[in-house]
Nanobody, 126 residues
Framework: QVQLVESGGGLVQAGASLRLSCAASGRTFSNRVCAWFRQALGKEREFVAA????????SYADSVKGRFTISRDNAENTLYLQMNSLNAEDTAVYYC???????????????????WGRGTQVTVSS
């Protein structure tokens, strides 16, 4: 099991930047595909970005491509999401998640992930 704790959310104005962090416990973090999802009020949780085990391959939702960057520091057991040019549509609770260490492929479906943090709120005022 991997426990995940997100941080870095907050209230910002449109056009601002934020960097989210996700601290992971356990020794297997570096063996796991990681991802960020988000859930806006009244909407289903949606894929944001994913990254492979060594950080060399990433995938993004079209809505954040070019604005968000996912990265990881395996030595620090930490996942990051750099968010630039934020807009009101980015307002949501952001969750980090990991796949089972037996799977190496990136995935955009939340059912592919089996450990979740509690989330951090990001609110963008227009």
């Amino acid at each position: 099991q991997v426990q995940l704790v997100e941080s870095g959310g907050g209230l910002v104005q449109a056009g601002a930047s934020l960097r989210l962090s996700c601290a992971a416990s356990g020794r297997t973090f570096s063996n796991r595909v990681c991802a960020w999802f988000r859930q806006a009020l009244g909407k289903e949780r949606e894929f944001v970005a994913a990254i492979n085990r060594n950080g060399g391959t990433t995938s993004y939702a079209d809505s954040v491509k070019g604005r968000f960057t996912i990265s990881r520091d395996n030595a620090e057991n930490t996942l990051y999401l750099q968010m630039n040019s934020l807009n009101a549509e980015d307002t949501a609770v952001y969750y980090c998640t990991v796949r089972s260490q037996y799977y190496s492929a990136l995935a955009t479906d939340e059912s592919a992930y089996n450990n979740w943090g509690r989330g951090t709120q990001v609110t963008v005022s227009s």
